[in-house]
């Protein structure tokens, strides 16, 4: 099993300006990523940007960097463009990996692609992790998901979901112990030739509501598999209290 792995990685960011090039021990943070998608074992790693800035910098750790067009609105369109550039074969896993993501696990990269390339009847595979807290449930920052028995997606939500009509009347309530509550991990895997056309699809109307590009999947009638992480995901980077975390795991 080959996968690749694509780094989108924009200047952009309303919350924290130049993101990829923020230092966390003494390195760039797209460093950080770029070191996960290497230990991954994927054949190729590739970093997509439309920001000379990044460019130059990944360049300088000897990273394969892919210039992209700056009108893209999605890590996905982004995604899209280096598979036409590199004209890569419909076939090819391609894994995204988010750009602020330093402490991603190498093993959930290769998991998500060993996902993909176990089920045929999916278009895209994903990950997700259990949540016992009720305030992670309620959280809107939160994505949760919900899945059928076979481990196919029914729905990705900002919401409480599957909402417990009985116990969820009192708000202080635990959460109930008769049926699990997942939280949906932002790293994908698809084959070039689905993303290819995803991103030539309407936006659905879900998607916009909840801002969750992978409605649009569901939404057109295309499955989702989801497994569960085989080991914690890490932390992320949208603020600066994240910023300080995660330097200091790292």
Not at 5 to 18: C, Q
Not at 57 to 62: I, P
Not at 67 to 77: A, I, L, Q
Not at 198 to 204: Q, R, S, Y
Request: aromatic share 6%.
């Amino acid at each position: 099993m080959q996968f690749k792995v694509v780094i989108p990685a924009r200047y952009a960011s309303v919350r924290l300006p130049g993101k990829p090039l923020l230092e966390l021990a003494g390195k760039p943070m797209i460093q950080h990523v770029f070191q996960r998608g290497v230990e991954s074992g994927a054949s190729e790693v590739v970093i997509a940007t439309d920001d000379q800035r990044i460019a130059d910098v990944c360049r300088s750790f000897s990273a394969d960097v892919c210039m992209t067009s700056d009108n893209h609105r999605s890590g996905s369109d982004r995604i899209a463009e280096v598979v036409s550039m590199r004209g890569w074969a419909d076939d090819e896993i391609i894994v995204n990996l988010q750009g602020d993501e330093p402490c991603m696990p190498a093993e959930l990269l290769h998991q998500v692609a060993q996902d993909m390339d176990s089920h045929d009847a999916a278009a895209v595979t994903t990950l997700s992790t259990g949540i016992t807290d009720r305030n992670k449930l309620f959280d809107p920052h939160v994505v949760k998901v919900v899945t059928d028995a076979q481990g196919y997606a029914l729905y990705f939500s900002r919401a409480p979901i599957p909402w417990h009509r009985d116990e969820f009347i009192n708000s202080d309530t635990p959460l109930p112990t008769d049926i699990g509550f997942a939280r949906h991990i932002g790293l994908y895997a698809y084959r070039s030739g689905y993303l290819t056309r995803f991103v030539t699809l309407d936006h659905a109307p879900i998607e916009r509501a909840e801002s969750l590009e992978q409605l649009r999947v569901l939404w057109h009638g295309d499955r989702i598999h989801v497994s569960e992480a085989m080991i914690e995901p890490g932390h992320g980077v949208d603020t600066h209290d994240d910023l300080k975390r995660v330097s200091e795991l790292l």
